[in-house]
């Protein structure tokens, strides 16, 4: 395989998928099982928390404290 | 890649076609909504815009019902999200979690949204348009949003009008 130079990462060209590919829903649930893999060891809250905001939700995925 | 599916996919469709059987009107929007369109992220939660009247809350709450065996779905209400808290986290005993939005900010509505129907393998989704998503991601703080507004602008030729 031949080797492409970039001189930053934004001049690489995206990953993207065909907007009607049935394969999506199979690499979103990899992208969701992904992510989980990497923040494993933190527990989270199982049941329902309520917010003001979005932001106010994305900022509870933040704290380290967050049961 | 294996043919067989993980536990997320099954159950990503088990919400889709649960939510698309109670006819809860509403729309994934978010990361997911990217991946559906084509990029794919990694990301902790589906994203859901709901239609904010509390016979469509009675249905996505329905919805649950029929993937999860969790009593604290019945904690999710339409006081909360058709009142001061239009957004609603829930995350099942296991697998991937919900945000669940009625309105974002004074910005977007669902009554806002352009939202289309998709088939994925005879899985029926509602997402944000990629036009819609873009709007909502753009004039956002948050960092991932902003590279989400961008890939998106560049990938569909999205213009500040």
Not at chain 1, 53 to 61: K, M, V
Not at chain 2, 98 to 115: M, N, P, S
Request: charged share 35%; with cysteine; net charge negative.
């Amino acid at each position: 395989m031949s080797v492409t130079r970039y001189r930053s990462i934004d001049e690489m060209p995206r990953p993207w998928r065909e907007t009607n590919d049935p394969g999506n829903l199979r690499v979103v649930a990899q992208m969701l099982a992904f992510y989980r893999g990497l923040v494993g060891t933190v527990p989270r809250h199982a049941g329902v928390q309520r917010f003001r905001t979005l932001q106010e939700a994305d900022a509870s995925h933040n704290d380290p404290h967050r049961r | 890649m294996s043919d067989r599916r993980s536990v997320d996919e099954d159950r990503l469709r088990a919400v889709f076609r649960a939510l698309s059987e109670q006819r809860v009107e509403y729309a994934v929007f978010g990361a997911v909504a990217l991946g559906l369109h084509g990029l794919a992220r990694a990301t902790a939660d589906l994203d859901l815009f709901i239609r904010p009247d509390a016979r469509n809350v009675e249905r996505l709450k329905a919805a649950l019902h029929m993937v999860f065996e969790d009593p604290n779905i019945e904690d999710i209400t339409a006081e909360d999200l058709c009142g001061d808290y239009p957004a609603v986290r829930y995350y099942p005993p296991d697998g991937f979690g919900f945000d669940i939005l009625t309105r974002l900010g004074d910005a977007f509505e669902y009554a806002d949204l352009d939202i289309e129907e998709r088939d994925y393998d005879g899985v029926p989704v509602r997402v944000v348009s990629p036009r819609t998503l873009w709007r909502l991601k753009k004039d956002t703080t948050r960092p991932t949003d902003r590279f989400d507004a961008d890939v998106l602008a560049e990938r569909f030729g999205f213009r500040e009008e």
